[in-house]
């Protein structure tokens, strides 16, 4: 359990966390390799959200997922980046969070990853929560919290 005033001072927050999906690099399930290459090389991110075409939540794609797939016997391949898609090299396994989400479970989850990735009830894509949002407002409770809290020192 976090501390009821950690998790208060918190919530007053929790609007400002979400990045919304409208602003949020994206690749389809179904693109090829190839032109995530191009899309994760120009955004710059380490890893985007992967969707399919009604918007749903399928996975994550990273620069290494893809550049795995170019290590041939004798060198760079890249004849497999035209060939395979995203969800052939996708990690799946990816935990998700719905609103109204629990500030410790976003807490932990956020301790090994930079980011996770919102969904509605139905799966749909809504946006992210990332590390540097929580970063933010973690900055904040540091510095506000004894103006909304009295804090006493246990004996
Ligand atoms: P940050 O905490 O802002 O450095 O973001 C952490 C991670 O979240 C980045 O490395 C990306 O993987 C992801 N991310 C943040 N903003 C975006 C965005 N606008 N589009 C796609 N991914 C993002």
Known sequence: ????????????RKDKFLI???IVANVQETNT???AFLVLTK???????VL????????LLSLAMITD?????????????????????????VATIQPPYD???????????????VTDEHGIFTGIVTRREIMKAINYLA??????YQLTERE
């Open 103 to 117: 500030m410790e479970e976003v807490l932990h989850e956020l301790v090994d990853q930079t980011f996770l990735a």
């Open 33 to 35: 390799l190839d032109h």
């Open 20 to 22: 919304p999906a409208e």
């Open 143 to 148: 510095h506000d919290l004894e103006k909304d």
């Open 69 to 93: 797939t170019m290590l041939g016997l004798t060198g760079i391949e890249t004849k497999n980046l035209k060939e395979l898609q995203v969800k052939d090299v996708m990690q799946t396994d």
């Open 52 to 59: 399919d075409n009604e918007q749903h939540f399928k996975g």
């Open 43 to 49: 955004v710059k991110y380490a890893k985007i959200p």
């Open 1 to 12: 359990m976090i501390s009821k005033a950690v998790e208060q001072m918190l919530n007053q």
